[in-house]
């Protein structure tokens, strides 16, 4: 490893070199540099799991079927902002795009990371639970750690002063690459400990969703997701090791993420995108419409034609659909809808539909903006549906519901929806689960839903109630 140190470091020292008559040109005093070099005969699993037994990581980020994954520590360059302009973080970032250096040409074209971070369910949310949060954060880590289809690399960014020693960046880049491979995944107990359940209102939640029947029966809203969360005692700090890695493996059509802020942690595995953003065109998961998985091959597979036949349920994919296309037809030409089908997840399946669409105009977070919530996670309409959701909820939502993920400057871009998440501050975990609620529905089934969701998560630990 010291001579992959030292060839690293002088490639660094060239690349620099390299760059002077740009960073030169560029008219501010401050500019972003990215670094990046192939890791060649490296475990990235074991490295992983390294980081994330020393809880070093701040952001990661993976769908195990495609093969990515990165995971980001420390923040080179940060942007927050709070309240409800929080959507215009994208114009600090672009405010970068002209002072950024870099060597990205190394690595295999597309999907390589920027600015990493995401956004609360709402704004202002100044809540205890999610006090280390800002409305919307995004930030640029200082090492990269990322693995595209089993290359793997390593990026350095950081910010460069025009006045500042060359030198003294030498010596950071080699003192950031001795502390990223000097870490022992051994230095933490690799457990899981119990959890005791301390907060589970199931009464008044139910209440909730007959209250919201009657408001949809007076024609407030044609649906509302009604969100609701388990507080539980942790016995011990757990492994995040081994929290992502059953995470992925069990949901590996899912996206696993981890964000951390101080002594707060939020992860999850959600099967729901957003949004991803390459080559001026977006692509979207409308997942809408929920149902057990069976037991049997046979019974799993009546579950599902039922699914599809249920018009409770094919009229809440049917809202969350028709919002997606009026917000795109905005911003793109023609829209592609796939056909509807089934998601089958380990312990759950939904309504799946696909959409694509070409951009013609508006940024990323523009239609993010447009499109964000959707009535998957918030309601339809949406202002009313939102209303009444921060009037009757007993909790902030925070990040969850919210949006992870990232883009870059080459209008790359790729958000997930929080959903399937939970919050660990301090010795609490905070699990969390929602459902659409419509005409048809009936609360009891609602709750019924709620726990199936929660699984992923409580499944986890081990019980001690």
Request: charged share 25%; with cysteine.
């Amino acid at each position: 490893m010291e001579d992959f140190i030292s060839i690293s470091v002088s490639s660094f020292i060239h690349f620099l070199s390299g760059k002077e008559d740009q960073i030169q040109q560029i008219g501010a005093d401050e500019i972003l540099i990215s670094f990046a070099v192939q890791l060649n005969d490296f475990s990235y699993p074991e490295k992983l799991n390294s980081l994330l037994s020393t809880d070093s990581i701040d952001f990661f980020f993976e769908h195990p079927s495609e093969n990515f994954s990165f995971a980001g520590l420390n923040a080179a360059l940060q942007i927050s902002h709070n309240g409800s302009n929080r959507f215009s973080a994208e114009q600090k970032i672009n405010e970068w795009q002209n002072k950024f250096v870099h060597n990205r040409e190394v690595i295999s074209s597309g999907k390589i990371p920027l600015f990493v971070g995401g956004m609360k369910f709402t704004h202002n949310d100044n809540s205890e639970m999610w006090k280390n949060f800002d409305d919307a954060f995004w930030f640029v880590p200082e090492i990269l750690f990322l693995n595209k289809n089993e290359e793997i690399y390593l990026i350095y960014n950081f910010i460069l002063k025009k006045k500042g020693e060359r030198e003294s960046y030498h010596e950071r880049y080699k003192i950031a690459l001795i502390d990223f491979f000097s870490k022992d995944f051994r230095t933490r107990k690799d457990i899981l400990p119990g959890i005791e359940i301390i907060e589970n209102e199931k009464t008044g939640w139910i209440k909730l969703v007959d209250e919201s029947l009657t408001a949809i029966h007076d024609n407030q809203f044609k649906k509302v997701v009604l969100s609701r969360y388990i507080k539980s005692k942790l016995s011990d700090k757990p492994s995040f090791k081994i929290l992502i890695n059953n995470l992925k493996e069990t949901y590996p059509d899912c996206y696993t993420f981890l964000l951390r802020r101080a002594d707060s942690y939020f992860f999850g595995s959600t099967p729901e995108k957003l949004a991803g953003f390459s080559n001026g065109k977006i692509e979207i998961d409308v997942l809408a419409g929920s149902a057990k998985r069976g037991i049997t091959v046979s019974e799993d597979e009546h579950i599902a034609n039922k699914l599809l036949k249920d018009e409770k349920n094919l009229n809440e994919h049917r809202l969350v659909a028709e919002h997606v296309k009026n917000s795109l037809s905005k911003f793109t030409n023609e829209i592609i809808a796939g056909e509807l089908s089934i998601r089958k997840l380990e312990n759950i399946q939904h309504l799946y539909t696909p959409i694509n669409a070409e951009i013609s105009s508006g940024s990323i977070f523009t239609i993010i903006e447009e499109l964000y919530p959707t009535p998957a996670i918030c309601g339809y309409p949406k202002d009313s549906a939102l209303k009444y959701i921060a009037e009757k909820e007993t909790y902030s939502r925070g990040f969850y519901a919210g949006i992870i993920g990232w883009l870059n400057f080459e209008d790359e871009a790729e958000f997930v929806v929080a959903i399937r998440s939970a919050l660990i501050q301090n010795n609490e975990l905070f699990a969390f689960a929602g459902c659409g609620i419509v005409n048809d529905s009936i609360p009891e089934d609602e709750l019924r839903e709620t726990e199936l969701k929660l699984k992923p998560i409580l499944s986890l630990f081990k019980n001690e109630n």
